[in-house]
């Protein structure tokens, strides 16, 4: 079955870059069925759609107007993964931090599989 | 940004018991509305897409209904795995794709 597996750190300093990796088994990263998606969750702000990344053709990218001027995801085909980037990082970044497929049966829209999550702490 | 607004925040229940959950959009979403069930140290699990069509695995006591602006998440007969937060999430103006802030249900 298709699983996500997260990696990274979960401790970064206030105004450094928060680096995240999700490895995919039992899927491609470069599945034209699918997107692949960075959600985070707070207890302040509940869980935020962050970004993600697909491939039809090419690869596209959207991302979160929030979030639009510090994020970055990559999809990584030699490795089967993704990863989230997420530069100059405040106090209230913490979260923690989910990576996710979207499903092709809703529209790419719901997200059906979900990574374990990272707790990420933003501490000096 | 679409805003989604669910009720109630709790929801207190014995197991064996109907259980209704609301979620309100602030525009139409076209039936673009999904439902998770999330437990503590858990990622959220897809419950319900398209407003009313069960994910893979999910059991058929789990069912959602409604359109336009107005959707409901019910679960006919609780049992004590069902204790749990649930969120529900507008796909229609995507992105983003905006959550509710949950509701939760107890025993």
């Not at chain 1, 302040?44 to 970004?51: A, H, P, T, V």
């Not at chain 1, 929030?66 to 990584?76: C, E, G, H, Q």
Request: aromatic share 12%.
């Amino acid at each position: 079955q298709v699983q996500l597996q997260q990696s990274g750190p979960g401790l970064v300093k206030p105004s450094q870059t928060l680096s995240l990796t999700c490895a995919l088994s039992g899927d491609s990263v470069s599945s034209t069925s699918a997107t692949w998606n960075w959600i985070r969750q707070s207890p302040s702000r509940g869980l935020e759609w962050l970004g993600r990344t697909f491939y039809r053709s090419k690869w596209y990218y959207d991302y979160a107007e929030f979030v639009k001027s510090r994020i970055t995801i990559n999809p990584d085909t030699s490795k089967n993964q993704f990863s989230l980037q997420l530069n100059s990082v405040i106090p209230e970044d913490a979260a923690v931090y989910y990576c996710a497929r979207g499903s092709m049966g809703a529209g790419f829209g719901a997200f059906d599989i979900w990574g374990q999550g990272t707790w990420v702490t933003v501490s000096s | 940004e679409i805003v989604m607004t669910q009720s109630p925040g709790v929801l207190s229940m014995s197991p064996g018991e109907r259980a209704t959950l609301s979620c309100r959009a602030s525009q139409s979403l076209n039936s673009k509305l999904a439902w998770y069930q999330q437990k503590p140290g858990q990622a959220p699990r897809l419950l319900i897409y398209g407003a009313s069509t069960r994910a893979t695995g999910i059991p058929a006591r789990f069912s959602g209904s409604g359109s336009g602006t107005e959707f409901t998440l019910t679960i006919s007969s609780l049992q004590s795995e069902d204790f749990a937060v649930y969120y529900c999430q507008q796909y229609n103006k995507w992105p983003p794709g905006t959550f509710g802030q949950g509701t939760k249900v107890e025993i």
